[in-house]
C-alpha cells in the first residue's frame, strides 16, 4: 500500500514540534471531511473527522479546521512523534446522497527525532 | 479492535486473466467500498455497496468489474479481463450509517499486479 509518490508535497518537523498540514478542497456541497493517515504498506487509518456544520474539532493530539469560506482544512498534530511519519490524506464526501469519500493529493510528514 | 480484512495481501496474475479479491467488512456495518491506490498517486472511489446492491460507482468502475456480496460476511470484488493499468493496491473498506455519513474503515489492501 505505497502511497509513497514521486511528487507529494513533504511536511519536515522536529520531534516535539507542532504540525499543520493543510488541504484545499473544489467542491463547496461538500459537507463531511475526513483526514486519514497512511504508513507504507498500510491501509488509510482514520485520524479526526469534521461535519460542514463546524469549523473545528479536537481529538487527542489532533485537531481539525474547516474554513468553508476558501474551501480550506488543516489538520494540526501536537507534539509530533516519530510514530506520526507518514502521508496524510484528506478526504470528502461531496454531500449528495452517497457515501463515498474523494481524496486528496495527500501530504508526507517526515518527523526528525 | 475489530478491522476490516484482505486477502491476499499481493496477487500477481497475466494480463486478461480474472481476479477476485476478498474482503471481510466489519461485522455490524452496512456500507461496503472498493478503492484503488495506483503507485504514487491518490486513492480513487470504485464503488460503493448497500442492501445487497451498488450504490455508487465511478468512472473508473466500467464493465470489467463486479462486486459481490456472495454470504454474509464477505464481499469481493472481481476484475473480468485485467489489464496492465489495473495494477494498483486495492483496499477495501466500511462504515455504518447512523443518519448520515460517517467514516470509513480501510483493511490493508491487497496489491494487485497485472503482467
Known sequence: GESVGLHLPTLSVQEGDNSIINCAYSNSASDYFIWYKQESGKGPQFIIDIRSNMDKRQGQRVTVLLNKTVKHLSLQIAATQPGDSAVYFCAENPGNAGNMLTFGGGTRLMVKP | ?115
Open chain 2, 1 to 115: 479492535e475489530p478491522e476490516v480484512t484482505q486477502t491476499p495481501s499481493h496477487q500477481v496474475t497475466q494480463m486478461g486473466q480474472e481476479v477476485i479479491l476478498r474482503c471481510v467488512p466489519i461485522s455490524n456495518h452496512l456500507y461496503f467500498y472498493w478503492y484503488r491506490q495506483i503507485l504514487g498517486q491518490k486513492v480513487e472511489f470504485l464503488v460503493s455497496f448497500y442492501n445487497n446492491e451498488i450504490s455508487e460507482k465511478s468512472e473508473i468502475f466500467d464493465d470489467q468489474f463486479s462486486v459481490e456480496r456472495p454470504d454474509g460476511s464477505n464481499f469481493t470484488l472481481k476484475i473480468r479481463s485485467t489489464k496492465l493499468e489495473d495494477s494498483a493496491m486495492y483496499f477495501c473498506a466500511s462504515s455504518e450509517r447512523t443518519g448520515g455519513v460517517t467514516e470509513a474503515f480501510f483493511g490493508q489492501g491487497t496489491r494487485l499486479t497485472v503482467v
